[in-house]
């Protein structure tokens, strides 16, 4: 395929990558216009939106424009460092554009685990955070349970389609079903801190802080819609919730 | 936020929830120890300054600890800074904030509804301002202190006026060998 040694292709599909597995939006954008520099193209913008990355440049005396666009976004950060090792390594001339597109397309993950080993790891950290919040024992059981079913539940939806309200809405209603049960069962379990621990990976606070950190880096567009995609993320955790609680 | 007031344990659970953390947003296995470490160190400091100040300077400091500690580390193991500040400043975030406020709404008390949300909003904003000013600090002193072009783009700006003057000079042949 002739579309193998295509740096611009390469350039805007990196881009793309990065926005969709959870880097901010500049990080994009300097992955971008350093693989480009690097492969010896003059005049370069790039414009990456949350939604689309948008790539024109000088190559050979032609004017170049590609464009890509992100549908879905997920937080992958083993990508994230190997896009960023793709970029840097064809700026500084160590490896081809096809191997850089080999590097792109494994898929693979680094450690190798499987989602369920992954899952039973992460809710290790809900129940930690439960105790950080003022659990004791029971708690750390409570959240750990908690978490792990509505990161099933999660992961089963995501698998199914790309439509985040819906899997955030039913993990928190998982997640505060187990809670109450959890608190009906043992007197000595308190709802609140079970509650709080679980949802913490939940809740988009760090989005909330990337937003406005793009903000104040001057990417207004990214920072405004990433902030509305919180505000939903957090209508969502709050409804599950809720609803729930007021059973 | 202290566990039975014993700094010990918090800073044990912190260390849990932050590499477990990591391990669920699948971050490269070299960056989750420093990550820990990191976080630990910066909820610790959070924790201490709570007594002294406001929660809000309190946590810009820790999240400027935070970041300056993270992009020292991300040049020497070549990762980018984002996976490392990301998986430490989860101690922080307002979490519990954010869902106060929720609860606030969801039983109708709109007025201290508001009053969590703007509490939540100058939380958030002062931690990414202290990311912010973080990483104009440390590109501020890599490259006006040690004059060494460290970022992808700027090493890339470097190998493109290389090729069109074909002048590499020693001084920037050996900058170039030490980034390898």
């Known amino acids: 395929m002739s579309c193998r040694n295509d740096f611009m292709l390469l350039a805007i599909k990196a ?35 949350p939604t689309a990355v948008i ?15 992100v549908k879905n976004r997920t937080i992958n950060l083993s990508m994230i460092d190997r896009i960023n090792a793709v970029s840097r390594r064809i700026a500084m001339c160590e490896i081809t554009v096809e191997e850089g597109f080999e590097i792109l397309e494994k898929r693979s993950d680094e450690s190798g685990m499987r989602p369920v080993v992954r899952a039973l790891l992460f809710s290790l950290a809900s129940g930690s955070f439960a105790v950080i919040f003022g659990g004791g024992v029971g708690e750390f059981i409570a959240a750990y349970f ?19 309200f819906l899997s955030t809405l039913g993990g928190s209603m998982i997640i505060a ?62 409804s599950g919730v809720a609803i729930v609680l007021a059973v | 936020m202290m566990v039975n007031g014993n700094a010990y344990l918090t800073a044990l659970f912190t260390l849990l929830a932050v590499v477990f953390f990591a391990v669920g947003m699948r971050a490269p296995l070299r960056t989750i120890a420093i ?9 610790m400091i959070y924790i201490l300054l709570c007594y002294y100040t406001s929660s809000n300077l309190a946590v810009f400091v820790a999240t400027f600890v935070i970041c ?48 969590a949300a703007v509490k939540t909003i100058v939380f958030a904003g002062s931690m990414s301002l202290a ?50």
């Not at chain 1, 024109?56 to 424009?65: F, V």
């Not at chain 2, 996976?83 to 201290?112: C, E, H, K, W």
């Open chain 1, 177 to 238: 079903v187990c809670a109450r049960l959890a608190a009906v069962f043992y007197n000595t379990i308190e709802v609140e801190p079970v509650i709080i621990g679980a949802i913490m990976p939940l809740v988009p606070g760090l989005a909330m802080t990337n937003a406005l950190r793009d903000t104040i880096n001057g990417d207004l567009i990214s920072g405004l819609s990433r902030g509305v995609e919180t505000l939903i993320c957090a209508i969502a955790i709050a």
């Open chain 2, 131 to 180: 990311v912010s000013v973080a990483a104009v600090v440390v590109k501020i002193v890599f490259t006006k202190i040690f004059h060494s072009a460290k970022t992808p783009y700027d090493c890339a700006k470097k190998n493109k006026e290389n090729s069109v003057t074909k002048l590499v000079s020693v001084g920037e042949v050996s900058v170039n060998k030490r980034k390898d």
């Open chain 2, 35 to 43: 990550a820990a470490l990191d976080g630990t160190l910066g909820y």
């Open chain 1, 55 to 69: 790539a024109t440049a000088e190559i050979d005396g032609e004017m170049r424009t590609e464009c890509a666009s």
């Open chain 2, 68 to 115: 300056l500690v993270a992009e020292f580390t991300a040049r020497i193991i070549k990762a980018p800074t984002t996976i490392i500040s990301f998986t430490a400043m989860v101690p922080l975030v307002p979490g519990v904030m954010l869902y106060d406020t929720m609860r606030q709404f969801a039983a109708g008390n709109f007025n201290y509804g508001i009053e």
């Open chain 1, 146 to 164: 908690a978490a792990f079913f509505c990161r099933y539940f999660v992961q089963f939806v995501e698998s199914i389609t790309s439509y985040n």
């Open chain 1, 15 to 49: 881009a793309a990558m990065m926005i969709e597995n959870g880097g901010e939006t500049y990080r994009a954008e300097e992955c971008c216009i350093s693989i480009l520099n690097g492969c010896g193209a003059k005049e370069v913008n790039v414009i990456a939106l």
